[in-house]
């Protein structure tokens, strides 16, 4: 097993000007790499967590992240900032298309696919999520913490997830993977900044593993069933409905659903 390490990962980030910004913290157990960033009290404009282990890792909606010792990525980013918070509304999203990019880059692996909002699949089973908290501060502050977990390692045989280990039958070191998201998640953000999410819409077209098929989202109390019809520019789920009316979604939990809508 190759263990994480700070030195390896700093090398790794071949952009000398993010090498020197970034504020890395490698650890070996933590409540949650989120939960951690989030108490620091310190003000670089990037500060990033990643641990062996979370013995209480967060998944959206309440749920929990298995997160045993030495085999995934656990990753969090937070930066201080004092642009709109508008601007972030789409920030999982792209952080999405980040780590499929990344994981095609390092040619690990091709057919991943992103579930509206952030989850990324293989082949109907999950691989990574991503979390993403705002806190506001003083004098319009913000600060945002984004954490993903990326099954590596671990084995899933015979259940609803995956890792890189079942699609690919190899181990990784978790060092390369992880200099190369900071430095794509890094250069993505800057992008959303400068030219907003319309610049990754066709790339998110790509990567849709709910086009075209039937769904249905938990929406609060509602469900919602119709045909996934890609985002807009706002990151919402379009679907259509059963009379072909549009609607559109800011967030929810969409489920395939098995019967053809008449
Ligand atoms: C989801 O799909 O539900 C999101 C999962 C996010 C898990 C990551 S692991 C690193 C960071 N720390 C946490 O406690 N959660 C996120």
Redesign the pocket.
Known sequence: MILLNKEQILRGIYDEQLRSQVNLHVLNTI?????FLKSLNTHDYITICS?EQ?T??????G?T?H?PSGEN????LRWFTNEPIDRFATLSLVIAISIVEVLKKLDICNNIAIKWP??IYYKDK?L????TEITHHPDNYISIVA????NINSNFENTNWTSLLNITNKKYDRNIIISELITQIQNDLNRLITSGFDDFLQLWQQYDYLYNKNISVTYFNNIIQGIAAGINSLGELRILDKDKKEIYLKSGEATLSPTRLK
Not at 31 to 35: A, V
Not at 56 to 61: D, H
Not at 147 to 150: A, H, N, S, T, V
């Open positions: 409540d949650s790499t989120n939960s641990a979370q209480n890792g967060r998944g959206r909606l749920r992240w997160s990525i656990y990753l969090s952030n989850d999950k990574a999520g991503i979390l954490g993903l977990g990326i």
